[in-house]
């Protein structure tokens, strides 16, 4: 009976030394994984390896080129037309995203409060983010330049009477108008979801202690989605640093560089003879792209839990 009970512990101190197998992954897995990995390189690694590299040379796209070392790179901070382009992009991020998110927060706010048909008006302004944007500026383009300088003719206005987007002064507010137009309902489900999490009972505690709507939500809504409206801080900055479309469908740039776009300034070198010029803005503004995305993941880390 010892001895029975002796061999027993000796094997399982015997098994508990053997390291655990490691479980083989299945093939099937790597079948599936390799067409995307595949799909990466080709699409977006390879392309962005080649892109470095005709940065550092007077390549204009197609032919014979030379190294140049970095007298690209020295040269775009010199060049009004790239730093132009780099200063609308910024400002009107910055103008936008604060545009936006007021709105959204306060279409959220009034979304999930006691109102009737409250489901059936978030399908209404959830509608705007689900149209190209590319249809959205050609169709706002039509009402600038004919619908609403007609309406201010009939009323006297000479401000109205005469399109926005041909004047440089007033041209990006058109293009702020018609971005926070698009990009408020996505913004605005966001902050829906943030303050449909926040428990009820807080607020009825509040109630309770005799607390008003509007010291409900400066006390209680608005330090419960901090995480929420910094996430869509960053994200939405980030997103409008790459404003393209809505800027091509309605100014194309213009009037003259206006509102040219740092995307849109780098475009333009695939056509106009400075590949390599331009490639070597891409590279500076991916790195700014990566710089935000790493702020991003550093800011937002745990902060929607409530």
């Known amino acids: 009976m010892a001895t029975s009970l002796t061999s027993r512990k000796v094997a399982a101190a015997d098994s508990a030394s053997v390291p655990p197998r490691r479980s083989r992954v299945d093939t099937t897995f790597y079948l599936f994984l390799i067409p995307s990995l595949v799909l990466f390189t080709l699409v ?4 962005a390896v080649m892109g470095i590299f005709y940065s550092f040379t007077d390549s204009i796209g197609f032919g014979e080129f030379e190294f140049v070392g970095f007298i690209n790179y020295i ?5 009004p037309a790239i730093l132009g382009s780099y200063a609308f992009t910024i400002g009107f991020s910055l103008v936008t995203v604060l545009v936006v998110n007021a709105a959204a927060f306060l279409l959220a706010i009034g979304l999930t409060s006691k109102i009737r048909a409250k489901t059936a008006l978030r399908t209404v302004f959830v509608m705007p983010m689900v149209v190209s944007g590319i249809i959205i500026a050609f169709v706002f383009n039509f009402l600038f330049s004919n619908s609403l300088p007609r309406l201010g003719a009939a009323l006297g206005s000479d401000l109205l009477s005469q399109s926005i987007l041909a004047n440089p002064d007033l041209a990006w507010t058109a293009i702020v108008f018609v971005t926070a137009w698009q990009a408020i309902p996505a913004t605005m489900l ?5 303050i449909v999490a926040i428990p009820g009972e807080v ?8 607390a008003s709507p509007a010291r409900q939500l400066v006390s209680i809504t608005l330090p419960l989605v901090a995480g929420y409206v910094l996430i869509n801080m960053v994200l939405g900055f980030k997103n409008y640093l790459n404003a393209y479309d809505i800027i091509v469908g309605l100014t194309d740039g213009g009037p003259g560089t206006a509102t040219r776009s740092v995307a849109m300034t780098i475009f333009s070198g695939f056509t106009g003879g400075d590949y390599a010029y331009q490639m070597a803005n891409a590279v500076i503004f991916f790195l700014i792209a990566v710089a935000l995305a790493m702020l991003q993941l550093r800011l937002t880390r745990g902060k929607v839990s409530v």
Do not use: Q, T, V
């Open 203 to 210: 607020y009825e505690a509040a109630s309770l202690d005799g």
């Open 44 to 47: 977006i690694s390879l392309p």
């Open 190 to 194: 966001i902050y829906i979801a943030g």
């Open 75 to 79: 040269a775009m901070f010199s060049d």
